[in-house]
């Protein structure tokens, strides 16, 4: 199993919006509706934006989207700001039951 | 409040087993479909899913560690157990455990410990 495959980094100015794919195959991304996004500042643990492919946990901020299509997911961040700066990592179910995250992608708000 | 907390040693020696226990609270195996794994991260690099265990006992292992990996639950305690065999250098990393769901995600996490392998 190799890891789901991110951008290593993206950057946008505050305000903008920035998109982030996670692409894996049928055996994981592609095969269910169980997509999740993760938020990492440094020196902390992640925490969780996404579920679901597309679900908010409660308290998440509404900023934060997520959609799918085929094997790539895609994490949606609009009205950029400074403290959205971090890493942000996939993850997905397989289909043997395990989980794979991505390689994850560093965010610069400029 | 859902909150856990990861314990153990933050130095072994290479070829040594590794043991950390996951202290949660706020949910219990016995009366929620819940699930407790365990992620690590090596300084600088991504995270690296290991292992998970469901409340009906089900036990899932990342397929490249799966040999060194085995993974307990104590209902009673609400703790749970992550121990790796024959630690290497390479296995230096932040581990943390999480609470899981049946659809992959981890919607809780513990601070993280730091474990460095060196002799």
């Known amino acids: 199993q190799s890891a789901l495959t991110q951008p290593a980094s993206v950057s946008g100015s505050p305000g903008q919006s920035i998109t982030i794919s996670c692409t894996g195959t049928s055996d994981d991304v592609g095969a269910y509706n169980y997509v999740s996004w993760y938020q990492q500042h440094p020196g902390k643990a992640p925490k969780l934006l996404i579920y679901?492919?597309?679900s908010r946990p409660s308290g998440a901020s509404n900023r934060f989207s997520g959609s799918k299509s085929g094997n790539t997911a895609s994490l949606t961040i609009s009205g950029l700001q400074s403290e959205d700066e971090g890493d942000y990592y996939c993850?997905?179910?397989?289909?043997?039951?395990?989980?794979?995250f991505g390689g994850g992608t560093k965010l610069t708000v400029l | 409040q859902v909150t856990l907390k990861e314990s153990g040693p933050t130095l072994v020696k290479p070829t040594q087993t590794l043991t950390l226990t996951c202290t949660f609270s706020?949910?219990?195996?016995?009366?929620?479909?819940?699930?407790v794994g365990w992620v690590r991260q090596p300084p600088g690099k991504a995270l690296q899913w290991l292992t998970i265990?469901?409340?009906?006992?089900?036990?899932r292992y990342s397929p490249s560690l799966r040999s060194r990996l085995t993974i307990t639950k104590d209902t009673s305690g609400n703790q749970v157990v992550l121990t790796m065999t024959n630690m290497d250098p390479v296995d230096t990393a932040t581990y943390y455990c999480a609470r899981g769901t049946l659809e992959g995600g981890f919607d809780f996490w513990g601070q993280g410990i730091m474990l460095i392998v060196s002799s």
């Open positions: 679901d492919v597309s």
């Open positions: 993850s997905s179910k397989t289909t043997n039951g395990d989980v794979l």
């Open positions: 265990v469901h409340w009906n006992d089900d036990k």
């Open positions: 706020g949910f219990s195996f016995s009366t929620d479909e819940v699930a």
